[in-house]
């Protein structure tokens, strides 16, 4: 299918009739260019396409009439809008037309008519043939279904999803005309029980009325198990599928929240050390308070001690007495005239001096031996309640440093908080992905054993089958039906063999077109590889390991584009090989060349990727329409610039939103 | 009862050939058109192979 040309009449933005957009055709020069600013009608036109070819288009307001040309209708006038598209498909031309009518019948109301759409094809005459209208849409099927129109008409936003869609792997299957030859085997599947070779074998007869029927029921039951078993292995494969892609998600949100994860943890060990903290503070003071209880007195008299008693020990006094005398004790012995040593105090002068002497330092005449008596007593004071005053000290120091330590943690948690985004949970995450690690595991052994019963079911199946064949007996009814049974189960293993082969064929080639795509779209150590489900992975190259690795939006936009482009090249590989049956043991698949029509297909590539896709893109599509951002066309240019026969501008009438125009440029 | 599990079928190459083209073909163009759905089809197929044996037994 090769695009020729696009009219539009009333078409949301483009009021009016609109000059005809021919698109290039030329082989060589393949590349037509729309450049506009946003909300100019780029995307407008794409959808005239899908409006036109399937009566679909994503606007957010219903009608695809003009807005301006609605305003001005007046009453019980009625405006056609309408889109032609002109292309050509197994080397006929169709002209392809739908038209919608609307009629102001009320001065707030327009009533829109169901639309219309018109297909015509040249003959090989020349002459012009019109499509009943009830095949038009069996046509426009024919020419390029509308489940795999997605993968040629391309805005932004898809380029960027392709890979999150369901249904790549039909789109590939499809697009190589696979599904085709899948339908085909699966008809003539033995093991089914609705398939054409399980109907004739169910009409073998295999002589008695019950062995006959007890063994044909046994088939049918195995052959309607088997089917069950298998719809129940797609269903599994199906939901291995969705819960591998909810652990990529996951992964992928762990990966991205590992700061907040870190935050997170870091709260939650910074609220257990404040926890720890306060509940240390708490014990202190409880001891602080017992022991104050207890020694509170002793406590505070301990400084007025040592302050009294560094007094006495400053205090200057001359001599001191003998510890403990008392002045009656001396008076005592000046009366008796005799020394405790045993001298006459009477005859001995000098002695008796001595005496007098000591009782001069006593009190009340000298006070030194009182103060030595004292200092003697606040030493031992003191020295009894060192303990406690150290214990008060000790805690006092404890209790402080607790004190700082809550502080530094509490300003520290503050901060944390502060960086926390506050509704990403990210423990919450990793306990659902441990939760979808279970249920995957579950799943895969859940398969293994579907798988197994299956094996179990065919091998049951191809003993009742054995012993139908060895009880069948020779009439000309089971000779027939024998014979209808060969060939039905020849057909279906050529075309087993040959989906198997070409689908084989399809993922190799693939991998290997988008791989080509991808190196010459990006220059690192980087290449890409496709899963069982034709999803594009990215591979890094670590330590000789390939590793699937994260990527930039621009990185994801190269790979997307790889991907794509790949299967453009493919379909058109295909086309180029030819068509029908060319060799007895190969199915004839068939393919025919697509254009790519994208819409904004450089949003979010920088500078080197808009310049490398822009040259890739010629040589893998037969026709390529691109709808580009002036913006982006300054880098995309110097490479298309000799691949482009057409290019135009949209331009908005007076800033419009809602008139605007297509000019040709080239 | 006479057993025939010892015999086995020959097909006639050109019918066999015949059949893969015209299975597949049904099956492609029904694939665009959608026309007939999937028990009208098998019994389409199975018509096919029907009139290609009994074309080879006349």
Not at chain 2, 5 to 28: A, G, Q, T, W
Request: aromatic content about 8%.
């Amino acid at each position: 299918m090769i695009i020729k040309s696009i009219a539009l009449n009333n078409f949301r933005q483009y009021k009016g009739e609109q000059p005809l957009i021919l698109f290039s055709t030329d082989k060589e020069k393949n590349v037509t260019v729309i450049l506009g600013i946003n909300t100019s009608g780029k995307t407008t036109l794409i959808q005239a396409f899908k409006w036109c070819l399937y009566e679909k288009a994503s606007f957010r307001t219903r009608d695809v009439i003009n807005i301006e040309v609605a305003k001005t209708m007046g009453l019980y006038t009625s405006q056609e809008v309408y889109v032609e598209i002109v292309l050509v498909h197994e080397d006929r031309a169709f002209t392809i037309r739908r038209t919608q009518k609307f009629t102001k019948s009320d001065f707030d109301k327009i009533r829109t008519e169901k639309s219309v759409l018109k297909i015509q094809y040249k003959e090989d005459n020349g002459e012009q043939q019109a499509v009943p209208s009830y095949e038009c849409e069996n046509t426009i099927n024919k020419i390029l279904p509308e489940a795999l129109s997605d993968y040629f008409f391309f805005d932004g936003e898809r380029i960027a999803d392709i890979n999150n869609r369901g249904d790549v792997v039909a789109a590939v299957r499809g697009l190589m005309g696979l599904d085709v030859v899948g339908e085909a085997k699966d008809r003539l599947d033995p093991n089914k029980a609705s398939s054409v070779t399980a109907k004739f074998s169910k009409e073998l007869d295999v002589g008695s009325d019950h062995k006959n029927n007890k063994l044909k029921n046994d088939l049918t039951e195995a052959q309607t198990k088997l089917d069950v078993l298998k719809t129940r292995r797609n269903e599994a494969k199906d939901e291995i599928e969705y819960y591998e892609r909810r652990k990529e998600e996951l992964s992928a949100q762990i990966l991205a929240n590992k700061d907040e994860k870190n935050n997170q943890d870091k709260k939650l060990s910074l609220e257990k050390d404040i926890a720890q903290i306060t509940k240390n503070i708490e014990n202190i003071e409880t001891r602080i308070v017992k022991d104050f209880s207890a020694g509170g007195m002793k406590f505070f008299a301990m400084p007025l001690i040592y302050r009294a008693l560094k007094v006495i020990e400053d205090a200057k006094y001359e001599g001191e007495g003998i510890p403990e005398m008392r002045p009656p004790a001396i008076d005592f012995i000046l009366a008796r005239k005799k020394c405790i040593c045993g001298c006459d105090l009477s005859k001995n002068e000098g002695a008796r001096e001595n005496i007098l002497f000591e009782q001069k330092l006593l009190p009340p005449q000298h006070l030194g031996t009182a103060l030595r008596n004292t200092k003697e007593i606040y030493k031992r004071y003191l020295k009894e309640n060192q303990n406690l005053f150290d214990t008060v000290k000790d805690n006092h120091t404890e209790y402080r440093n607790n004190r700082n330590f809550l502080d530094a943690k509490t300003d520290e948690m503050k901060n944390v908080s502060a960086k926390i985004q506050g509704n990403i949970d990210v423990a919450k995450i990793e306990q659902d992905y441990q939760k979808n690690e279970k249920t995957l595991k579950d799943k895969r052994d859940l398969l293994l054993k579907i798988s197994s019963d299956i094996g179990a079911t065919e091998r049951e199946i191809a003993e009742i089958e054995k012993t139908i064949e060895r009880l069948t007996i020779v009439s000309d009814k089971n000779k027939r039906l024998r014979e209808c049974i060969a060939y039905s189960k020849a057909v279906y293993e050529w075309l087993k063999v040959g989906y198997d082969k070409q689908e084989k064929e399809v993922k190799e080639r693939l991998l290997e077109s988008v791989n080509n795509i991808f190196e010459k779209m990006y220059h690192g150590k980087r290449n890409v590889t496709i899963n069982d489900r034709y999803q594009i992975v990215l591979m890094t190259l670590l330590d000789n390991d390939k590793v699937s690795t994260d990527e930039s939006k621009g990185l994801e936009v190269v790979k997307n584009f790889s991907f794509i482009s790949g299967l453009v090249d493919l379909a058109r590989q295909k086309a180029h090989k030819g068509n029908g049956v060319t060799d007895d043991e190969d199915i004839p698949v068939s393919t025919e060349p697509y254009p790519l029509v994208m819409d904004a297909p450089f949003s979010n590539a920088d500078e080197i990727h808009i310049k490398n896709i822009s040259k890739i893109i010629p040589e893998i599509a037969e026709q390529v329409i691109l709808m580009v951002m002036e913006k982006d066309w300054r880098f995309a240019r110097p490479a298309l610039e000799d691949k482009i026969s057409c290019r135009y501008t949209i331009e908005k009438i007076n800033n419009s939103d809602t008139n605007s125009v297509i000019r040709r440029d080239l | 009862m006479e057993s025939n599990n010892d015999r086995k079928l020959e097909l006639n190459p050109d019918s066999l050939k015949m059949l893969k083209y015209r299975i597949y073909h049904m099956e492609r163009e029904n694939h665009k058109t959608k026309k007939y759905k999937d028990n009208e089809m098998v019994e389409r197929i199975r018509k096919v192979i029907e009139a290609e044996v009994d074309k080879n037994d006349n």
